[in-house]
């Protein structure tokens, strides 16, 4: 599908949508509580059908209704193949690995052939050593055997997604482990957010200095609970704003721990200047922060190693594209300088099959007009962007 944007401004008032990774972890505790659970603000996004699925191949069933998903929470063993459909979610993929071992039973995680490709490594040496079965293919990995208590030695820069995934389960096994991180931390709010939740549902971890202590034998407890909304996407809205638009997001809890509410300092340095900012953090916000940086004065990020093992190589996407709009950009293995003197393209822009380099050359598409190829990957995780642009007063047509 293509987005053709006319050059225009953005006006008005816009929910934040709600936040993936609050949704996410809060249906996992849910599926992983023996009862009825309620999750409010739950989207209707590709990555949350891809939760939801998979809670229901380990035995947890539930019902959705608007957004209100009722959860019967409980994982079974019956002696039989579970297939788990992640589709293109790296999320649903890294947490329900070691969930999936709880049940002792053959699991087959399928996705796409990208979602496969990305790094594993850590479960895969982890499994190893105690005697799990790990076969990777083009489109699919096949466990066998359980998870069980252990010291294990996680590095902190690959991925929090890894140290999230064991939370979830080692709580659950029959014995107390440790959780060691080898390396400086990133993305470490996404391990909060997961301790948050966790805690919610009644389960304690104790976090020190460089590792986490998971005691054995807890039990989730059923819990009502509403997704706050989500700073990573409401960065997208908030842009207008930086691009001389008058949009006031709402919905977004000021006193959240996600580490993409950052997005609002950052917003304004680039505005201001010419300044260096580090993403090692926050680099979902990687796309959105590019584009600001070509249109307004430019800027260096440093932390970007990781954009590559996104749903695209960010970094490289939006090289190909922003050089369609005149801009630059300076590429190293861990930094990205990305040059201002954007103008209007004179080729059509391509989305990667990725929502966010979509959604961020969408933002820059309002200044000059163009056409986007590839905008239905938005459907991961904002499927109404382009009808909440139309609404603010931004003219565009998806057209087939």
Do not use: W
């Not at 505790?29 to 059908?49: P, R, T, Y």
């Amino acid at each position: 599908m293509k987005a053709i944007i006319e050059k225009s401004r953005a006006e008005g008032k816009a929910f934040a949508p709600p936040s993936k990774s609050y949704a996410h972890r809060l249906l996992i505790c849910g599926a992983l509580a023996n009862g009825s659970s309620i999750i409010d603000g739950v989207s209707e996004s590709v990555d949350m059908e891809a939760t939801l699925g998979c809670i229901r191949a380990l035995g947890a069933s539930y019902t959705k209704t608007g957004d209100r998903v009722s959860i019967n929470g409980g994982i079974n063993k019956e002696n039989k193949k579970r297939i788990l459909n992640c589709f293109e979610s790296g999320s649903t993929l890294r947490f329900f690995i070691p969930i999936a071992l709880l049940t002792g039973d053959e699991c087959v995680l399928t996705g796409s052939e990208r979602l496969m490709s990305r790094g594993l490594e850590v479960y895969e040496e982890i499994f190893e050593r105690q005697g799990i079965s790990f076969t990777r293919e083009k489109n699919q990995i096949t466990l066998n055997g359980t998870l069980k208590p252990d010291v294990f030695n996680v590095r902190g820069d690959i991925s929090s997604q890894f140290i999230s995934g064991l939370l979830f389960a080692l709580p659950l096994l029959d014995g107390d482990s440790t959780i060691n991180i080898t390396t400086k931390l990133e993305s470490a709010s996404y391990v909060d957010i997961t301790i948050e939740a966790l805690k919610l549902f009644g389960i304690e971890i104790q976090k020190n200095q460089s590792s986490f202590f998971i005691k054995g034998n807890q039990k989730y407890i059923c819990s009502n609970r509403r997704v706050e909304g989500d700073y990573s996407n409401s960065a997208f809205l908030d842009a207008f704003n930086i691009l001389g638009g008058d949009v006031d997001v709402l919905g977004l809890n000021e006193g959240s721990i996600q580490g993409d509410k950052i997005y609002k300092e950052y917003f304004k340095l680039l505005s201001s200047g010419t300044p260096t900012l580090d993403i090692s953090n926050c680099p979902d916000l990687g796309p959105v922060l590019f584009a600001l940086a070509a249109l307004k004065n430019g800027a260096t990020f440093t932390g970007t190693k990781r954009l590559k093992i996104k749903e695209s190589d960010r970094t490289e996407a939006m090289k190909t594209e922003l050089n369609k709009l005149g801009v630059c950009l300076d590429v190293q293995e861990n930094s990205v300088t990305v040059h201002s003197g954007a103008c209007a393209p004179n080729e059509t822009l391509f989305g990667h099959n990725d929502h966010r380099i979509v959604m961020a050359l969408s933002i820059a598409l309002t200044l000059f007009g163009g056409e986007i190829d590839g905008c239905e990957a938005v459907s991961k995780s904002y499927p109404d962007f382009f009808e909440v642009m139309a609404k603010l007063g931004i003219r565009v047509e998806v057209v087939k």
